[in-house]
């Protein structure tokens, strides 16, 4: 009997290793021709990095508009994308000089960034902290740094990842790429459950996620004479965040895409690609809707769902918000 069990523990981890050999994960296996020149990583290269000790962003967005945000604040989220870029591109191409650009800003920050002293700075980390922490992901073998790895765990305080908003799927995302770049699988495993109760509690059974339709472009964040304006920006910006963790957490152990919150998923998905392609069929349709097609997440989630919508936008192409470059994986 014992033969016969520890037999079956054999053929389950056989079983489990040839799927993944035969799995094709979209970060894991991100294979690109071309994306060192795309990115003009060479040029990245030279440039030079200033980071800050304190974050003391002012809100966002005014009763007018969105605010020019501060030097300090640019360069936190310009060395968040830059240094993801870099360490992509080490990841396909092999270039230790991309990977050891990146280590180089994440270690600056990590070494000076002393204080997160507003709410905005705070929600700045939430937003940009996944891109290092993905670039972290991609280089850490070759150049572990556990100085970076420390300024992750002050940084977590920030995560978001409590609340039913965009700022809620962000902090998954922060949670599930910082587990990632810990090691630490009790984050992972309590980030895998949080994606499927925020799935629930976010996004209604017809996959509209109500607390983002109605946004505007001003600091009356639901109200006013644009009341809805980015409703569709905000959906995207959402769910684009949900996409990537999921699908970390999918590379990682958690399938949740044909788990019940992952069919609800495919609903919204389907849902917002419906808005996309006639945005008059949007509940707060008006001229002049910001952010429609920051769609390029649908790249991924048609790897896992059907919608004829979707399929239709990705055919035509126009697809923004693709901080991931998720456009420049080789099919």
Same mark, same amino acid.
């Given at each position: ?69 501060? =030097?300090?604040?640019?360069?936190? @989220?310009?060395? =968040? ?12 191409? +092999? ?45 850490? @073998? %070759? ?26 799927? #962000? ?23 949080? #994606?499927?109760? #925020?799935?629930?509690? =976010? ?23 644009? +009341? ?9 910006? %959402? ?17 949740? #895409?044909?788990?019940?919150?992952? +069919?609800?998923?495919?609903? %919204?998905?389907? +849902?917002? =690609? ?58």
């Amino acid at each position: 009997m014992k033969r016969f069990v520890l037999f079956l523990l054999f053929m389950r981890v056989c079983v489990c290793v040839q799927a993944h050999a035969d799995q094709d994960y979209f970060f894991r296996d991100f294979k690109s021709t071309d994306l060192p020149q795309k990115l003009h990583l060479d040029k990245k290269l030279s440039q030079t990095i200033q980071p800050c000790t304190q974050l003391n962003a002012s809100k966002h967005y005014t009763s007018t508009g969105v605010r020019e945000p501060d =030097a300090c604040t640019k360069s936190f @989220k310009k060395s =968040a994308t830059m240094s993801y870029d870099l360490a992509l591109g080490y990841w396909v191409s +092999k270039n230790k000089q991309y990977g050891l650009k990146a280590i180089e800003i994440l270690n600056a920050w990590a070494k000076e960034l002393q204080s997160v002293d507003t709410y905005q700075s705070e929600d700045n980390i939430n937003f940009y902290m996944p891109y290092m922490n993905m670039a972290y992901w991609f280089v850490k @073998k %070759a150049f572990p740094s556990p100085e970076y790895e420390d300024f992750i765990k002050r940084m977590q305080q920030y995560s978001q990842s409590a609340l039913n908003t965009n700022h809620g799927a #962000w902090g998954i995302l922060f949670d599930v790429s910082s587990a990632l770049a810990l090691d630490d699988h009790a984050l992972l495993q309590n980030s895998a459950n949080r #994606w499927q109760e #925020w799935v629930f509690k =976010a996004i209604d059974e017809n996959g509209v996620i109500p607390s983002a339709i109605t946004r505007s472009d001003t600091s009356d964040y639901h109200g006013g004479p644009t +009341k809805g304006i980015k409703g569709i920006a905000y959906t995207n910006f %959402a769910l684009l965040a949900l996409t990537v963790s999921g699908e970390l957490l999918f590379e990682n152990g958690y399938d949740l #895409w044909g788990s019940e919150a992952g +069919k609800r998923l495919s609903v %919204a998905y389907n +849902k917002t =690609a419906t808005w996309i392609l006639n945005p008059e069929t949007f509940p707060y349709f008006q001229p002049n809707l910001i952010g429609v097609h920051n769609n390029a997440y649908f790249i991924i989630l048609a790897k896992h769902y059907s919608s004829p919508s979707a399929d239709e936008l990705l055919k035509q192409g126009d697809l923004h918000e693709d901080g991931f470059r998720l456009k420049l994986r080789s099919l």
